[in-house]
């Protein structure tokens, strides 16, 4: 396994300390402890409605967590009630958020740019980092995921595996801290699974932080150096993929495997 | 029944002046009114209910009233308040406060079929306010509402027949000069209305164009 011997003094990517989460009165996380050190694949797993997504949320600010901690590399940047808001303008949370890329399950490239425009955007317009660099990185990481042939075509005429990986693509660009995974592959054919699952396999095996929320039990258990099991929004199960897939130590989420996995 | 068409065709000057007014008036309104309703959709679409309201308020009363109404109560009624305008700023002024609501409309429209969660990526790449508005909000609504965009150059067209009433000379103008001083009512009107069905398949051809063009990039 890759991490086991991270140095437990290494600061973390991202650090949450008691986070939590309320829709109006319905509590979606509780209490999530979770320290994620540099060079980690966390897998969050868990049912339908468990909080995945608004767990990846929270971490960069498209929802505001209602108490608890989270610290960015080191920095607290949000605590208290209210954690996510008060406190930080709309320019402060933006410049943060560019420290924790996000890939969407449903891609959400912008449709009227270019597979390039696409990726160098953010690192154009919002980073400020110059156009020819940014350029030359683009094509860099477009042959890394192997699609430097279609640079100047428009997401409309890609299929859903290649979004996908320009997602990706475009997430890398951004040379954030960690990058967070909403479901990556479900919304995809089942033929395209495997070329998306495999550029993300190659950045875990580059050393690239991650969590990844997946409900793609083998593509977990192979590649995760932790898996975190979510349910009613609370951390039930954090461990090696192989202790957790073999012996789940509650109930819950031996139930969760057994729908899963055969 | 005698029609006399080389009457219409001796007056062609008067109607490609005509013509050419009724074009440069609306193509002129539609930009205006293009840039006001850009501004106008701003608060449409904010979240705060404060700002909302009067730009709701905008656009219901500006649908409301017919247009020749407004150019009523521009050309004639304004002047009790001291405000005078000529005819032609009349003619801008009333297209463009008219248009503007619909405008407004149309693109607050195509903003709420947007895919949320393009807009989405881009907050979570860092963009915010302006930025996101420039970058990806407004590219996108314009994209999305550009064949709707050009329906209402060609309402626009139509409407501005009405301006012949305060004596502009664009193209129902002319028609009208035409049959007074000619007799020739059928000949003068058949023309004229000719003349606007071919701007609008023009428009119509247009507006085709585009379609093509932005299925590329609106399809998502
Ligand atoms: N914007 C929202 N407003 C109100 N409730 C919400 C909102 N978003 C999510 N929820 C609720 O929060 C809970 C957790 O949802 P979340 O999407 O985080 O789950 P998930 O683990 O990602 O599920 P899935 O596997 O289906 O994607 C659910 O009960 C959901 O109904
Ligand atoms: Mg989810």
């Given at each position: 396994?890759?991490?086991?011997?991270?140095?437990?003094?290494?600061?973390?990517?991202?650090?949450?300390?008691?986070?939590?989460?309320?829709?109006?009165?319905?509590?979606?996380?509780?209490?999530?402890?979770?320290?994620?050190?540099?060079?980690?694949?966390?897998?969050?797993?868990?049912?339908?409605?468990?909080?995945?997504?608004?767990?990846?949320?929270?971490?960069?600010?498209?929802?505001?967590?209602?108490?608890?901690?989270?610290?960015?590399?080191?920095?607290?940047?949000?605590?208290?009630?209210?954690?996510?808001?008060?406190?930080?303008?709309?320019?402060?949370?933006?410049?943060?958020?560019?420290?924790?890329?996000?890939?969407?399950?449903?891609?959400?490239?912008?449709?009227?740019?270019?597979?390039?425009?696409?990726?160098?955007?953010?690192?154009?317009?919002?980073?400020?980092?110059?156009?020819?660099?940014?350029i030359a990185e683009a094509e860099a990481l477009l042959l890394k995921v192997g699609l430097l042939d279609k640079r100047d075509v428009y997401p409309s005429r890609l299929s859903g595996g290649q979004k996908q990986?320009?997602?990706?693509?475009?997430?890398?660009?951004?040379k954030s801290d960690v990058i967070l995974f909403d479901e990556p592959t479900s919304s995809l054919d089942p033929e395209l699974v495997g070329e998306v699952l495999s550029v993300i396999k190659q950045l875990a095996?580059?050393?690239?932080?991650?969590?990844?929320?997946?409900?793609?039990?083998?593509?977990?258990?192979?590649?995760?150096?932790?898996?975190?099991?979510?349910?009613?929004?609370?951390?039930?199960?954090?461990?090696?993929?192989?202790?957790?897939?073999?012996?789940?130590?509650?109930?819950?989420?031996?139930?969760?495997?057994?729908?899963?996995?055969? | 029944?005698?029609?006399?068409?080389?009457?219409?065709?001796?007056?062609?000057?008067?109607?490609?002046?005509?013509?050419?007014?009724?074009?440069?008036?609306?193509?002129?309104?539609?930009?205006?009114?293009?840039?006001?309703?850009?501004?106008?959709?701003?608060?449409?679409?904010?979240?705060?209910?404060?700002?909302?309201?009067?730009?709701?308020?905008?656009?219901?009363?500006?649908?409301?009233?017919?247009?020749?109404?407004?150019?009523?109560?521009?050309?004639?009624?304004?002047?009790?308040?001291?405000?005078?305008?000529?005819?032609?700023?009349?003619?801008?002024?009333?297209?463009?406060?008219?248009?503007?609501?619909?405008?407004?409309?149309i693109l607050r429209s195509a903003w709420a079929n947007i895919p949320r969660g393009q807009l989405e990526a881009g907050r979570a790449f860092g963009f915010t306010g302006m930025g996101l508005l420039r970058r990806?909000?407004?590219?996108?609504?314009?994209?999305?509402?550009?064949?709707?965009?050009?329906?209402?150059?060609?309402?626009?067209?139509?409407?501005?027949?009405?301006?012949?009433?305060?004596?502009?000379?664009?193209?129902?103008?002319?028609?009208?000069?035409?049959?007074?001083?000619?007799?020739?009512?059928?000949?003068?009107?058949?023309?004229?209305?000719?003349?606007?069905?071919?701007?609008?398949?023009?428009?119509?051809?247009?507006?085709?164009?585009?379609?093509?063009?932005?299925?590329?990039?609106?399809?998502?």
């Amino acid at each position: 396994m890759l991490n086991t011997e991270i140095d437990t003094d290494t600061i973390p990517a991202v650090h949450l300390l008691y986070l939590c989460k309320k829709f109006g009165r319905h509590e979606v996380l509780t209490d999530i402890n979770l320290k994620v050190v540099p060079g980690e694949t966390v897998c969050l797993l868990g049912p339908s409605g468990s909080g995945k997504s608004t767990l990846l949320r929270c971490i960069n600010f498209l929802e505001t967590s209602d108490f608890g901690e989270i610290f960015l590399h080191g920095t607290r940047v949000a605590y208290g009630r209210s954690a996510g808001k008060k406190g930080l303008t709309e320019a402060e949370l933006a410049k943060l958020r560019t420290r924790v890329s996000m890939v969407f399950q449903h891609f959400n490239l912008w449709p009227h740019m270019t597979v390039l425009g696409n990726i160098v955007e953010a690192p154009i317009h919002v980073q400020k980092r110059p156009r020819a660099q940014v350029i030359a990185e683009a094509e860099a990481l477009l042959l890394k995921v192997g699609l430097l042939d279609k640079r100047d075509v428009y997401p409309s005429r890609l299929s859903g595996g290649q979004k996908q990986r320009v997602a990706i693509a475009r997430a890398l660009a951004m040379k954030s801290d960690v990058i967070l995974f909403d479901e990556p592959t479900s919304s995809l054919d089942p033929e395209l699974v495997g070329e998306v699952l495999s550029v993300i396999k190659q950045l875990a095996e580059d050393g690239m932080t991650m969590i990844i929320a997946t409900h793609e039990m083998d593509f977990a258990r192979e590649v995760a150096s932790r898996v975190v099991f979510l349910d009613g929004g609370r951390v039930l199960e954090s461990g090696e993929p192989k202790a957790f897939f073999r012996r789940p130590t509650t109930e819950r989420a031996r139930q969760f495997l057994e729908r899963y996995v055969r | 029944m005698n029609l006399r068409f080389e009457v219409i065709w001796n007056q062609l000057p008067m109607f490609a002046n005509g013509l050419w007014n009724t074009v440069w008036i609306c193509v002129v309104g539609m930009l205006l009114s293009l840039m006001a309703g850009i501004i106008l959709v701003l608060p449409l679409i904010s979240r705060r209910r404060s700002l909302q309201l009067p730009a709701e308020l905008f656009v219901d009363v500006g649908r409301a009233i017919p247009f020749l109404m407004l150019v009523y109560l521009v050309f004639y009624g304004l002047p009790s308040f001291g405000l005078v305008l000529d005819r032609w700023t009349t003619a801008i002024v009333c297209l463009v406060l008219y248009n503007t609501a619909y405008i407004a409309e149309i693109l607050r429209s195509a903003w709420a079929n947007i895919p949320r969660g393009q807009l989405e990526a881009g907050r979570a790449f860092g963009f915010t306010g302006m930025g996101l508005l420039r970058r990806i909000t407004l590219p996108q609504i314009m994209i999305a509402a550009a064949p709707v965009l050009g329906n209402q150059l060609i309402q626009i067209i139509k409407d501005s027949a009405f301006l012949a009433i305060i004596t502009v000379p664009e193209l129902t103008h002319a028609a009208r000069t035409v049959q007074a001083n000619h007799f020739v009512p059928f000949e003068s009107f058949i023309f004229a209305a000719l003349m606007y069905w071919g701007l609008c398949l023009l428009i119509e051809a247009g507006i085709k164009q585009v379609e093509q063009v932005r299925a590329v990039y609106a399809k998502y």
